[in-house]
């Protein structure tokens, strides 16, 4: 699994918990897998303590389920639960631009169009991973320039959950294309510090993925019968 290899010893619950998430949305640990503290401690090169609290906060996120003696595994992708994370990272994303556009420097707009450039290059290069960071990257400047702890709290605890799902959607040319055409909307409207049109455009691109949250995947759910226990 590339995204889970030794790491370095700062930080070591936080570092953990980046690489076991980030492994869960790429599907590298797929949904039902079982997952074990001892085997991903040993993949990781850390001690089972760090790992087994950042088991513990992908458990809260609804990434992880637990049942103690019996598993411990990923949780399948249920259309229901993304919708729902959609739904509430799209309040907050829409508040987050409707607050923050009439703070904006020309330093953020500036930061924002490099952002989508990213992504443009990410997605024609088929750098899924790529463009999921220069769009979180991009939505992070309005994120942070509204100043709101809980808006910001509340994207970090939903996102992971969309990842999954915006993994495969990013990995198509035609809708990663329309996204960063979203993308140059929003930018647009930030730049004329339109803060309605900002959060308007927000809402919308995220609204694509709870409608995408309805569409049929690709695969069959893994089986949910429970795996050994960790």
Not at 109 to 126: L, P
Not at 205 to 224: F, N, Q, S
Request: charged share 30%; glycine share 6%; proline share 5%.
């Amino acid at each position: 699994m590339e995204t889970l290899r030794p790491v370095q010893r700062t930080l070591l619950r936080d570092t953990a918990y980046g690489a076991i998430r980030d492994a869960i949305v790429r599907g590298e640990i797929p949904p039902g897998a079982s997952v074990r503290d001892a085997d991903l401690a040993e993949r990781l090169g850390l001690s089972r303590a760090p790992v087994r609290d950042a088991l513990s906060r992908l458990t809260g996120e609804g990434l992880v389920e637990s049942k103690p003696q019996s598993y411990t595994r990923v949780t399948q992708l249920v259309p229901r639960d993304v919708r729902d994370a959609a739904a509430v990272v799209r309040a907050m994303q829409e508040l987050a631009a409707r607050t923050a556009v009439p703070l904006l420097t020309d330093a953020d707009i500036t930061a924002m169009r490099a952002a989508n450039d990213r992504f443009r290059a990410a997605t024609r290069g088929g750098d899924v991973a790529g463009a999921l960071r220069a769009d979180d990257e991009l939505h992070d400047v309005l994120v942070t320039a509204c100043g709101n702890r809980a808006v910001a709290a509340t994207v970090e605890r939903y996102t992971p959950l969309i990842r999954r799902l915006e993994w495969r959607q990013f990995g198509t040319e035609s809708a990663a294309h329309g996204s960063a055409g979203l993308h140059d909307r929003l930018i647009e409207a930030c730049a004329a510090r339109d803060a309605d049109a900002a959060a308007r455009i927000t809402a919308e691109i995220w609204r694509v993925l709870e409608e995408l949250a309805d569409e049929p995947a690709d695969d069959e759910p893994a089986d949910e019968t429970s795996a050994d226990a960790p």
